[in-house]
């Protein structure tokens, strides 16, 4: 089993890979600022993996810092070499996530997402560790020009955040062909991951008004907020409403063990994989989803469609089925189960009170 560096994960995603990864036998080092992520979702990862205190020290370390601080990876990287178990391989979520607040500060955006990975690769490959797992998107897609959409769509992102993770993605490539027999990268581009743990232990946990349907859907049936906004009633589909492939955030967990099994068995190489469904549903279909899930009602207003938004955005997954072994196991109706379970054993996250 490896001992592996995850950057992010604390976060919403690096919490269920953690504990999926945990489970699976690896031993890990979290890196995380907690910019967007309390350290109790690393406690209840270690709850949910049954560690107890001694076993976590060695099977779950958690580091605060920040992925631009160099020098915090090389200490990081360095004592893990000294304590003779060095890191093997990395996950890389750390970095920021929302598409209107790159729109304001794009330069923040690529000094995380691009700086960050930057910082990250150096010290990778200065420490001969090449073996990444990095979280790429579907919004490098952009409005999609054939859906389902394969990974031989173009890349064209339509925000700051599309681009640095495009810029990202770039770099990898670069990086990749100076020294194709020694790299093992798999870029990601993950669908509308939603949904959490079973348990309803750890979960999505967004600062102030969420910005996407899942969360916005989920507080307003605990009754934190008092209707849903539908961005738009007109678009080409069955019922007007915009269509999205959400995975369940499980399944997406799932989907890193299997990337990562897969570089460490196979010779040197780079993936890109979409990790989706392959299904899409609308926003009134998930409403619906989570109001029979959660047996509260849901009310909505349908206003005019967001800016930038697509009509459609569904993953062609057939190449992660092939190339990993990998499909999501779970439908919208369990997604909206564990969601619920997350959110009423948890009205404000890991908050006492609402942020
Ligand atoms: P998240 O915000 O919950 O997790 C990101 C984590 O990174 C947080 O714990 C945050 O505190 C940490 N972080 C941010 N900046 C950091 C820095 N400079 N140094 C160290 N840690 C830092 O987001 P998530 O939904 O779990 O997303 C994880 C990754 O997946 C991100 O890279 C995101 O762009 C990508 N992604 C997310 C989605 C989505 O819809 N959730 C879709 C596609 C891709
Ligand atoms: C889904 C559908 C909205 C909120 C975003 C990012 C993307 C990726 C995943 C990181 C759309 C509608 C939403 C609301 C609504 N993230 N909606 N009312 O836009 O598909 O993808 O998250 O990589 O980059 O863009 O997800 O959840 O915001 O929207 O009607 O209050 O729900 O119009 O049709 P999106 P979303």
Not at 79 to 105: D, N
Not at 108 to 124: A, I, P
Not at 196 to 213: C, Q
Not at 311 to 332: E, K, M
Request: hydrophobic share 40%; aromatic share 8%.
């Amino acid at each position: 089993m490896a001992r592996l560096l995850i950057t992010g994960g604390a976060g919403f995603i690096g919490s269920h890979t953690c504990l999926v990864l945990l489970e699976a036998g690896h031993n890990l080092l979290v890196l995380d600022d907690f910019s967007n992520s309390s350290p109790i979702a690393i406690d209840k990862v270690s709850e949910l993996a049954g560690l107890d205190a001694s076993s976590a020290s060695e099977r779950l370390q958690l580091h605060r810092g920040d992925i631009r601080n160099q020098d915090h990876l090389e200490r990081l990287f360095t004592s893990a070499k000294e304590q003779g178990r060095p890191i093997e391989g990395v996950i890389h979520f750390a970095g920021l996530k929302a598409v209107g607040e790159s729109v304001r500060e794009p330069l923040r955006y690529w000094d995380v997402n691009v700086c960050g990975s930057w910082s990250l690769l150096k010290t990778m490959d200065a420490h001969g560790c090449r073996t990444l797992v990095f979280s790429s998107s579907a919004t490098l897609y952009g409005l999609p020009d054939l859906v389902p959409i394969p990974e031989s769509a173009p890349v064209q992102p339509i925000n700051p955040y599309g681009h640095s993770k495009a810029a990202v993605e770039r770099l990898l490539a670069d990086v990749f062909a100076s020294a194709p027999d020694a790299w093992r990268i798999a870029n990601l581009r993950y669908f509308n991951p939603v949904g959490a743990h079973p348990s309803g232990r750890i979960g999505e946990d967004p600062l102030g008004i969420p910005n996407n349907l899942f969360p916005f859907v989920s507080q307003v049936a605990i009754g934190r907020r008092p209707r849903l906004q539908v961005f738009g009633s007109d678009w080409p589909t069955p019922d007007g409403t915009g269509v999205r492939d959400y995975i369940h955030v499980m399944d997406l967990a799932e989907g890193h063990r299997a990337a990562l099994d897969y570089l460490f068995a196979e010779d040197s190489q780079k993936i890109t994989v979409n990790l989706g469904s392959g299904i899409g549903a609308s926003v009134l279909d998930v409403v619906k989803a989570f109001q029979a899930a959660s047996c509260r009602s849901i009310p909505y207003e349908l206003v005019a469609r967001r800016a930038g938004d697509a009509a459609i955005t569904v993953a062609d997954p057939s190449l992660a089925a092939q190339r990993l072994g990998w499909r999501t196991r779970r439908s919208l109706a369990d997604i909206c189960l564990d969601g619920w379970a997350w959110q009423s054993a948890n009205p404000n996250g890991y908050r006492k009170k609402e942020a």
